[in-house]
């Protein structure tokens, strides 16, 4: 918690449409006759903030909010479905890709709360986030195909993200090209949580918010954890972004995470920073994730931390 640096300063400034152009115009054009800027459907920063202005508050509502927010947001009904395991419910998108092979990304945020306060930071940030993605690349000719997928009972120990990567086999693991995780933006500038991290997409991350003039830090949260890990211990390359400063703990899990807590310029900056690592990974050959992801991991502490929840 220490060691994440506030740099709150920063965050005037840079949410200039100009961001959203630079990665608009990077992405690929699809068949050569559409365009980026044709397709993409960019959320602005009033939108982003109008999702704030009724936060479901309580744990049982949040599964139909969150089919009703895809909705809203361009999603049929039938394509909103629900991964019912019994003990967890995961809300899931599928996108497929112009591919037509088996290259995946897996794009997630957490819909669970815990008891106390409104989950607002943690994480209707991620939901927000998540939805306003579907959104933007809904009817973009993406590459790889892409599963949007708001994760249950993140908080009691990532039980929704297991149950879905309970479900990879082995042989398809490598099918998964990334996995992008946004728990807990709207305090301050978008990181990475380098204990349930890839070095390989925080290094992508951290030369995208570069290249897009946007801030962008990492570091370990100790005794912190999000549903990238489970991904991580299935060998998929795994990143959670994340919008939290060192005061985190006094916001988090408690009466205080409710809307007015909310940065909506830090949801923004996480949104188009995902959007952009999107884009780029779909651009990516999978396999410059993987090289060298594990050399300097300690599994023990990996496994230690998994235990405890964001
Ligand atoms: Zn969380």
Avoid at 29 to 34: D, K, L
């Amino acid at each position: 918690m220490r060691n994440v640096h506030l740099r709150m300063g920063m965050l005037a400034g840079w949410l200039a449409c100009l961001v959203v152009a630079a990665w608009a115009q990077e992405a690929p054009a699809a068949n050569g006759t559409a365009t980026a800027a044709a397709t993409l459907r960019v959320s602005t920063l009033d939108e982003v903030k109008a999702e704030f202005d009724v936060v479901p508050c309580k744990n049982k509502e949040r599964l139909q909010a969150v089919k009703a927010l895809f909705e809203r947001l361009g999603a049929r009904p039938e394509d909103v479905t629900v991964a019912d395991f019994k003990h967890v419910q995961n809300v899931v998108l599928s996108k497929p890709g112009t591919n037509n092979n088996a290259e995946t990304i897996v794009i997630g945020a957490h819909y669970d709360k815990t008891a106390d306060g409104c989950g607002a930071v943690d994480n209707w940030t991620g939901i927000v986030t998540l939805a306003h993605l579907y959104r933007t690349f809904k009817d973009y000719p993406l590459r790889k195909n892409v599963v949007f997928v708001a994760f249950g009972r993140e908080e009691e120990g990532l039980i929704g993200s297991s149950a879905m990567t309970s479900k990879i086999k082995k042989e398809q693991a490598t099918d998964y090209c990334a996995m992008i995780n946004i728990d807990s933006l709207g305090i301050g500038v978008p990181q990475s949580l380098d204990n349930v991290s890839s070095p390989t997409l925080t290094k992508l991350t951290e030369a995208l918010a570069k290249e897009l003039e946007l801030p962008f830090a990492h570091a370990r949260i100790e005794k912190a954890s999000s549903d990238s890990a489970t991904f991580l211990q299935k060998k998929i390359p795994a990143i959670t972004i994340h919008g939290l400063t060192s005061e985190w703990p006094n916001i988090l899990h408690s009466k205080n995470d409710n809307p007015a807590k909310v940065n909506f310029s830090s949801v923004v900056a996480g949104y188009r920073l995902a959007a952009a690592l999107l884009a780029r990974v779909d651009e990516a050959d999978c396999q410059a994730f993987r090289e060298g992801k594990d050399k300097n991991k300690d599994k023990d502490k990996e496994s230690k931390e998994k235990k405890e929840s964001k």
